[in-house]
């Protein structure tokens, strides 16, 4: 057997226990069982591929230079599929009792599990056809998701999410179609594949930049994600720190680093013109946020701003702002899924929804409303969280490149971050309860045990960020050459 085709283990994996879980009737205890134990073998396998076998690739499948189904794993796929197996992990144990008041939980568990597989077939992806197809597929896994309550509003939701999605993805097909006519190549190599300078690269950039961004939530593409909030929260905690918004993100990164270059990038000029829809995500996704009542949806236009300092990051093209943006990715990923979390577990245990019912709560849930305190400071960037580390170097990298108005902007958004924020735990810590009664208890265990372990995998970024710091600077000391 080759070796290199070990690398399909955790892309072909999950999609063969989903049909194991759709074929079965389990009883809750055995799926819950058969659903953790994949997802954790999953993880194993990845590691495995990380730690054995360093650079491995497999052309799965080749029929000429553009069909040609290609896996491969490099720094950025390490990156990634590590960060999605393990937020997985902690999500399948947290779904295990968060889904039972939302029930259809075989149906939920087989989407979720398939959805993995799905996303690291993008993490591994060698080739820009490649990401594209699981890409698609990904809309297809999490439609079901994001409709699981098959409410009027659920349905009304998942066809947005797909419209956006599909159209998006049609955007980025044009722009990939174009650049495989002159290069005739759409391999991921650090650094990029293009050679000189052509007019029609900057018509492929922008068109796959913003047709990616629409899963990223680039303003003004970002309308399906707050509407997206009616799904269970394990499938809002996924959106919005890993599986779709993320993957946005990450076709963004190497369409820019993979297959253009920052030096090609840069000569189009393509990323001035991006980086105004950027700078406005980032303002309007804070200024949105604050006028929210539903706390879901509050988190919701969090995520858009959020999203828009990491897609900075990535079109200022110098190391050290590619270095936090995808230290943002990660440190984005374990708050929000974190704070989404926090919020699933308030209304799991008391039924409440919206910012005038949560006053006094924090005295019957102190362990969650702790977490999501610290987890809220972390994404404003107060030092020495991981969030301000994040930050750190994107402002680095503004200034660098000249851009002295972008750090100005990340403090007034930080601020924004703050007064949308601070407000649920000064509500949850110091105001009088409701009239009416509060049950006195915390989350159940299952989901205050993820909870508790990434608010302190958060802590610790911020706390000791090196190890971390030391892969991303080498990955953007590779990508830049």
């Known amino acids: 057997m080759n070796l290199n085709n070990i690398i399909l283990l955790p892309i072909v994996f999950p999609f063969l226990a989903a049909i194991i879980m759709s074929a079965c009737n389990f009883n809750e205890k055995r799926r819950n069982i058969f659903a953790g134990s994949v997802i954790l073998i999953n993880l194993i396998f990845v590691i495995y591929i990380v730690k054995s076998f360093g650079e491995i690739s497999l052309h799965f499948i080749k029929i000429n230079e553009f069909l040609d189904i290609y896996f491969k794993v490099d720094k950025l796929s390490i990156f990634f599929s590590l960060l999605a197996s393990v937020l997985w992990s902690f999500t399948s144990i947290y779904s295990m009792e968060y889904m039972k008041h939302e029930k259809k939980e075989k149906r939920f568990f087989t989407y979720f599990i398939t959805t993995l597989g799905v996303t690291l077939g993008i993490a591994f992806a060698g080739n820009l056809l490649t990401l594209y197809l699981f890409y698609e597929l990904l809309t297809l896994t999490t439609f079901p998701l994001v409709i699981h309550s098959e409410s009027k509003e659920a349905l009304k939701s998942g066809k947005k999410y797909l419209i956006y999605s599909f159209a998006g993805a049609t955007v980025a097909l044009m722009g990939m179609l174009i650049l495989f006519s002159i290069t005739n190549d759409l391999t991921f190599v650090p650094g990029g594949i293009l050679k000189g300078n052509k007019q029609l690269y900057f018509v492929a950039y922008v068109s796959m930049f913003i047709g990616f961004g629409v899963k990223a939530a680039l303003v003004p593409f970002h309308s399906w994600l707050p509407e997206a909030m009616v799904a269970p929260t394990p499938v809002s905690s996924l959106l919005h720190a890993v599986a779709v918004v993320k993957s946005g993100i990450y076709a963004i990164t190497r369409v820019t680093y993979y297959i253009f270059g920052a030096d090609a ?212 000391s590779e990508v830049m050459n």
């Open 265 to 476: 990038v840069r000569t189009t000029g393509a990323n001035k013109y991006l980086i105004i829809l950027v700078i406005i995500s980032i303002l309007m996704g804070s200024f949105l946020a604050l006028h929210q009542e539903n706390l879901k949806k509050r988190l919701a236009y969090s995520t858009i701003s959020q999203l828009g300092y990491i897609l900075l990051g990535i079109l200022l093209l110098n190391k050290n702002a590619f270095t936090g943006a995808m230290m943002h990715l990660l440190n984005h990923a374990v708050i929000k899924i974190t704070l989404f979390f926090c919020v699933g577990a308030i209304m799991y245990t008391t039924g409440k929804t919206k910012m005038s019912e949560i006053n006094g709560i924090g005295k019957s849930m102190p362990i969650t409303m702790w977490c999501f305190t610290v987890s809220a400071i972390s994404l404003i960037g107060i030092p020495p969280t991981n969030g301000f580390i994040s930050k750190w170097f994107l402002a680095e990298g503004a200034l660098l490149e000249g851009k002295v108005a972008f750090p100005a902007i990340l403090l007034v958004s930080a601020l924004l971050t703050a007064l949308y924020l601070l407000p649920i735990s000064i509500a949850a810590f110091f105001t009088k309860e409701n009239n009416e009664a509060i049950i006195k208890k915390d989350a159940p265990l299952k989901m205050l045990i993820p909870i508790i372990c990434i608010t302190i995998i958060t802590i610790l970024l911020g706390l000791f960020p090196n190890f971390v710091l030391d892969f991303i600077r080498d990955m953007a």
